[in-house]
């Protein structure tokens, strides 16, 4: 008889639609056929540690947000195993950038499938990211997430959080060197994306890729609050760097530097700080997606 095919399925409990949500997903992998090796964990080190630590799985699924996905990377970049998403938390931008179903179940069936796809993952400084690092006005935004929030309102609570920190959107100098040019900026946030999706549905850009081998920079120069709220459709479709106020990059590697050291959040998570060096891990991960 053929042995099933076994997948380490590692939840965070604490995700926001996990309660809701896992039965189903573990249903419809079981009912797919797969042997399951399920653990929870809310931390960091675990996680990666749980991992790292099973050799024998033919597959590794996440279930969680972002934040989920981005704590395990480097776990998983070593592992070298196809990983499957199960969205389980608020954000869900990696999903969203995949083509994978809000539906943990349907997302479980993704996973069933067996569609894999290559992508890229994103590093600043020894920091591995999937979907976008921010340095201004994003990192205020990521810290002042009221989890509560989160809970209740779902993606809403980021435009919330968004609009009670407008107020401390102070402009900052910084150079970008990208491309072999040097430029030097005033911004209130500075964006570099790997992926396409970020804070709950933003685009990076019109034609942003996972696995284009590139990242798009954005440095918005405006600290306006009727400026930035004028700006917020072009968030949504793609359209910021088209913008007036807005300097677009686009390089394989960049580094930002900054007058005075400061946070830079990786997919939603303050990580790291400027100096900022960017990179492009090509193709470094393997995820079960629609083709």
Do not use: W
Request: with cysteine; aromatic share 4%; hydrophobic share 45%.
């Amino acid at each position: 008889m053929k042995a099933r095919r076994r997948l380490l399925v590692v939840v965070n409990p604490g995700a926001s639609r996990c309660g809701q949500a896992l039965g189903g997903a573990v249903t419809a992998l079981f009912s797919a056929g797969f042997a399951l090796d399920i653990r929870q964990t809310d931390k960091r080190d675990t996680l990666r540690a749980i991992v790292r630590a099973d050799a024998d799985a033919d597959a590794i699924v996440i279930g969680g947000g972002d934040g989920t996905l981005n704590s395990a990377l480097p776990a998983l970049i070593e592992a070298g195993k196809p990983v499957g998403v199960l969205p389980l938390g608020t954000a869900n931008d990696l999903a969203r950038t995949l083509g994978i179903p809000a539906n943990a179940s349907d997302a479980a069936g993704v996973i069933a499938s067996g569609a894999l796809r290559r992508i890229d993952v994103g590093k600043v400084n020894d920091v591995h990211f999937l979907n976008v690092a921010n340095i201004g006005l994003a990192v205020d935004v990521a810290e002042q997430q009221d989890p509560e929030l989160k809970r209740h309102l779902g993606a809403l609570s980021y435009a919330v959080t968004v609009l009670r920190t407008l107020g401390n959107s102070a402009l900052f100098a910084a150079t970008i060197e990208c491309g072999g040019n040097r430029e030097r900026v005033n911004a209130c946030q500075i964006t570099v994306g790997n992926g396409v999706h970020y804070g709950g549905g933003m685009r990076v850009a019109r034609d942003a890729a996972i696995d284009d081998g590139r990242l798009d920079i954005l440095a918005i120069e405006t600290g306006s609050i009727p400026d930035l709220i004028a700006m917020a459709p072009a968030f949504l479709d793609g359209s910021l760097g088209e913008r007036d106020g807005v300097r677009f990059f686009r390089s394989e590697t960049a580094r930002v530097e900054t007058e005075s050291p400061m946070r830079v959040s990786t997919d939603g998570e303050v990580t790291t700080q400027t100096p900022a060096d960017f990179s492009i891990l090509r193709s470094a991960l393997e995820v079960f997606a629609p083709l």
